[in-house]
């Protein structure tokens, strides 16, 4: 299985990005798919996540009102709308993707960089 993001770059504060992420290699559906981001000398942080269910997404406090995270089943694909975006935003930010059957297996991307300047 293989994570790819793609959507990062950058942007200036109050902007909006899109950041995609596709499972490649998986013949099943994962159960929770979402994002995570860490920024320089900083410990990885959970952005956002959603069930396989569809039910109510968790997002990190510090991102809830601006950030949106949503997939597509059929696709295995996972994306996160980010709006009015702060400088503190900027970060290295990475998809995840959990499946559980008997043992718990864990994905994650190669991570996409996302830059907010003043």
């Known amino acids: 299985v293989q994570l790819v993001e793609s959507g990062g770059g950058l942007v200036q504060a109050g902007g909006s990005l899109r950041l995609s992420c596709v499972a490649f290699g998986s013949t099943f559906t994962f159960n929770t798919m979402g994002w995570y981001r860490q920024a320089p000398g900083e410990q990885r942080e959970l952005v956002a996540t959603?069930?396989?269910?569809?039910?109510?997404?968790k997002y990190a406090d510090s991102v809830k009102g601006r950030f949106t995270v949503s997939r597509e089943n059929v696709r295995n694909t996972v994306y996160l709308q980010m709006s009015s975006l702060k400088l503190e935003d900027t970060a290295v930010y990475y998809c995840m993707a959990e499946r559980t059957v008997a043992v718990r297996s864990i994905y994650w991307g190669q991570g996409t960089q996302v830059t907010v300047s003043s």
């Open positions: 959603i069930t396989l269910g569809g039910g109510t997404p």
